[in-house]
C-alpha cells in the first residue's frame, strides 16, 4: 500500500514536473540577429555576445546570421516582404528613414534608461534620431582619413603625405615616374561606396548632395570633384580601370605595397595589423579642396517593429553586446571608432595617437543626409561616376542627368 502510494505520489511530482518543463519551454523565445560582414571575426564576436546572454537566460537563445553588406540591404527587403524579418538588424544607418517612413522600425526610448542613453557619445546617437525619437544604436562608427605608404613616397622624393588635392596628383605623378607596379592614387569605382569615394572630393571641393531641398550633384563644385578624378583616371595616376575594382580590391592593393595614398576607414588599420605588419604606413587628413571634409559614417542595430521579442530583443542589446566588455572588443577587433564613453576612455583607444588622424576630423565629418529614397539616388550617383570613369560620358552631362533623378526622388 505504501509503494502504491509513494508511486502515485512519485508519478504526480514526475508529471508536475514536465507540466513546468512544457511551461518553461513555452516560455522560452528565439531573437534572430542578422548582420553585416565587417571581417572574419564578426560571427565570433556576436557568437560570443551570444552565448554570454544565454547563459545569464536560460532557455532563451539568440541566433546569429552574418551577411555580405553587399547583399544585406536586398536580403532584408525580401525578408520584410516576406513577413519573416528578424528580430534584430545591423542596417546602413541611411536604410533607417526609409524603415521609420514606412512604419518598420520599433522606437527605442522605451526600452532604454537614461543612464544607458547616456553612456553613447552624443553625436553618434542623433544619425539614428528622428523628431526626438531613437530608432537605432551605432554599433559602428568611422570617419575617413588618407592612408599613405610612407616607403612609395620616399622613392619618389617626397617627405610629407600632401594636404590638398594638386598635392595629391603631383605626389601620384611623382609615383608614376618610378616606373613600379605601384600607383599613386587609389580610386573606388565598383559597388557600396563606390558614391562615398566621390563624396571625399565633392565636400572638400565646397559641394552638397541636397542643397535647398534640391540635388547638388550637379553644381559647379562637384563638377569640378568628378573631373578632378577623371582627370587622374585619364593620366594613369589611379590603378586601372577603377570602375572594376570595389573598396576590398583597392585595400588589399595598399597592404601589398602598391599604392602611395588610399581614402579610407579605421578598419583598415587592423587588417594591416594582421595581414601586412610590416607595411610602413602613415596617416593624415583627407586632403583639402577649398575646405576641410571627411564622410562620417555610422551603422546602427534596430529592432523590427514585427518583432515577437522585443524586450528580450532589447535585453540583448542593452544588457550585452553594448556593454564595455564587448563594445571595446568589437571595435578593437573591427577597427571602428568606439561609440560609447566608456569604451572610448579605455587605452586600447585612449592611448592610440593613430586614431587621431579620425578623430580630429570629427568636427568636419559630412553624413549621409537623412532622406527617403537615399538608396535611390545613391544608385543614381554611381551610374554617373561610373559612365565617367569607363569614358562613356562627361562629368558635366553625367552628373546633371543624376541630378534630374535624384529630384524626381525627392519630389516623391
Do not use: C
Not at 527587403?77 to 545591423?90: H, K, Q, R, S
Not at 551603422?299 to 566588455?325: G, H, I, Q, R, Y
Not at 568636427?363 to 549621409?368: E, H, L, Q, T, V
Not at 551610374?383 to 553625367?398: D, F, L, M, R, S
Amino acid at each position: 500500500m505504501y509503494q502504491n502510494k509513494k508511486s502515485r505520489v512519485l508519478g504526480l511530482l514526475a508529471g508536475a514536473a514536465a507540466i513546468l518543463a512544457t511551461s518553461s519551454m513555452a516560455q522560452a523565445e528565439t531573437v534572430r540577429v542578422v548582420l553585416g560582414y565587417y571581417s572574419a571575426a564578426t560571427q565570433e564576436l556576436f557568437e560570443g555576445m551570444a552565448k554570454d546572454f544565454m547563459e545569464k537566460h536560460p532557455g532563451d537563445e539568440v541566433k546569429i546570421e552574418v551577411i555580405q553588406w553587399d547583399n544585406l540591404q536586398q536580403r532584408l527587403t525580401t525578408d520584410i516582404a516576406g513577413g519573416t524579418e528578424p528580430d534584430i538588424a545591423m542596417i546602413g544607418t541611411r536604410w533607417l528613414v526609409d524603415y521609420v517612413k514606412n512604419d518598420i522600425a520599433e522606437p527605442l526610448d522605451g526600452y532604454m534608461t537614461p543612464e544607458f542613453k547616456g553612456a553613447f557619445i552624443e553625436s553618434f546617437l542623433s544619425p539614428s534620431t528622428f523628431d526626438g525619437t531613437m530608432y537605432g544604436l551605432p554599433v559602428a562608427a568611422s570617419a575617413r582619413a588618407m592612408y599613405y605608404n610612407k616607403d612609395l613616397l620616399a622613392k619618389a622624393g617626397v617627405t610629407e603625405p600632401p594636404t590638398n588635392w594638386d598635392g595629391v596628383v603631383d605626389t601620384a605623378k611623382k609615383i608614376k615616374a618610378l616606373g613600379t607596379d605601384a600607383y599613386g592614387f587609389a580610386l573606388q569605382g565598383k559597388e557600396i561606396e563606390t558614391d562615398a569615394y566621390w563624396y571625399y572630393s565633392l565636400w572638400t571641393h565646397g559641394g552638397d548632395l541636397i542643397k535647398d531641398g534640391k540635388s547638388g550633384v550637379a553644381s559647379p563644385e562637384a563638377i569640378e570633384a568628378l573631373t578632378l578624378y577623371k582627370s587622374m583616371i585619364d593620366q594613369g595616376l589611379t590603378e586601372p580601370d577603377p570602375s572594376g575594382l570595389n573598396r576590398q580590391d583597392i585595400e588589399r592593393l595598399f597592404k601589398q605595397g602598391r599604392i602611395g595614398m588610399i581614402l579610407t576607414g579605421p578598419w583598415l588599420r587592423g587588417q594591416i595589423k594582421t595581414d601586412a605588419p610590416t607595411l610602413n604606413y602613415g596617416l593624415s587628413p583627407i586632403p583639402e579642396g577649398t575646405t576641410k571634409a571627411t564622410y562620417g559614417v555610422t551603422d546602427t542595430l534596430m529592432v523590427f517593429k514585427s518583432s515577437k521579442n522585443k524586450e528580450l530583443a532589447m535585453k540583448f542589446l542593452t544588457e550585452t553586446a553594448f556593454s564595455p566588455k564587448w563594445r571595446i572588443e568589437f571595435s578593437t577587433k573591427e577597427g571602428f571608432l568606439p561609440v560609447m564613453k566608456e569604451e572610448a576612455a579605455a587605452p586600447v583607444f585612449a592611448d592610440d595617437p593613430q586614431l587621431k588622424a579620425f578623430t580630429d576630423m570629427l568636427p568636419y565629418a559630412r553624413f549621409a543626409p537623412p532622406v527617403a529614397n537615399w538608396e535611390q539616388m545613391v544608385d543614381a550617383v554611381i551610374a554617373a561616376v561610373q559612365k565617367v570613369y569607363i569614358g562613356q560620358a562627361q562629368p558635366e552631362a553625367a552628373l546633371k542627368e543624376a541630378a534630374a533623378t535624384i529630384d524626381g526622388l525627392i519630389q516623391q
